[in-house]
T-cell receptor, first 115, second 114 residues
Framework: AQKVTQAQTEISVVEKEDVTLDCVYETRDTTYYLFWYKQPPSGELVFLIR??????QNEISGRYSWNFQKSTSSFNFTITASQVVDSAVYFCALSEAINFNKFYFGSGTKLNVKP | DTEVTQTPKHLVMGMTNKKSLKCEQHMGHRAMYWYKQKAKKPPELMFV???????INESVPSRFSPECPNSSLLNLHLHALQPEDSALYLC?????????????FGDGTRLSIL
């Protein structure tokens, strides 16, 4: 069974629009960690955020915000006032304490921000 | 600039060649990883090194041979690869294996097998 599902394969928006990338996860572990990474065309995966299972507080960092809801097993990522530089593939990942930091990546969402 | 450096950035090789991919980090991380990423797919874990010892081998074919000469360096030796091995190879590092800290990735090596 897939542990991380990113149902949106590709999203296109126009610059300055807000966009939300969905991530749904599945785990039986009570201690786990969720991550978001950005992969621009250059190839490097850029770390954006880590959230542990005991901290449901939403987080905002500039134009980025994350909504963690254990009740729905979701960890969604919103970009406010999107910019062309936000164009990339975004991966959500799950790490379980019992599996020693092995990352389970979602299939990724490609975000196209058009000027 | 990324804190994990991978060389070369691009590599084209024939199926009979032997080549090596290199990865270097100077963040004092004790865990290092190799991932393979095919186009439009997420990265797939290949190997994990912890304190310079191989901890995880995700059933990778023996034509891929990892090596960790010291805590800062990670190599991936390639021999007799197949066309389906063409992919982006990513190196990553983290503080410790199993601490659930973020992994920091390099830019990757784009490998093409002729």
């Amino acid at each position: 069974a897939q542990k991380v599902t990113q149902a949106q394969t590709e999203i296109s928006v126009v610059e300055k629009e807000d966009v939300t990338l969905d991530c749904v996860y599945e785990t039986r572990d009570t201690t786990y960690y969720l991550f978001w990474y950005k992969q621009p065309p250059s190839g490097e995966l850029v770390f954006l955020i880590r959230r542990n299972s005991f901290d449901e507080q939403n987080e905002i960092s500039g134009r980025y915000s994350w909504n963690f809801q254990k009740s729905t097993s979701s960890f969604n990522f919103t970009i406010t006032a999107s910019q062309v530089v936000d164009s990339a593939v975004y991966f959500c990942a799950l790490s379980e304490a019992i599996n020693f930091n092995k990352f389970y990546f979602g299939s990724g969402t490609k975000l196209n921000v058009k000027p | 600039d990324t804190e994990v450096t991978q060389t070369p950035k691009h590599l084209v090789m024939g199926m009979t060649n032997k080549k090596s991919l290199k990865c270097e980090q100077h963040m004092g991380h004790r865990a290092m990883y190799w991932y393979k990423q095919k186009a439009k797919k997420p990265p797939e874990l290949m190997f994990v090194y912890s304190y310079e010892k191989l901890s995880i081998n995700e059933s990778v074919p023996s034509r891929f041979s990892p090596e960790c000469p010291n805590s800062s360096l990670l190599n991936l030796h390639l021999h007799a690869l197949q066309p389906e091995d063409s992919a982006l190879y990513l190196c990553a590092s983290s503080q410790e294996w199993g601490d659930n800290q973020p992994q920091h990735f390099g830019d990757g090596t784009r490998l093409s097998i002729l």
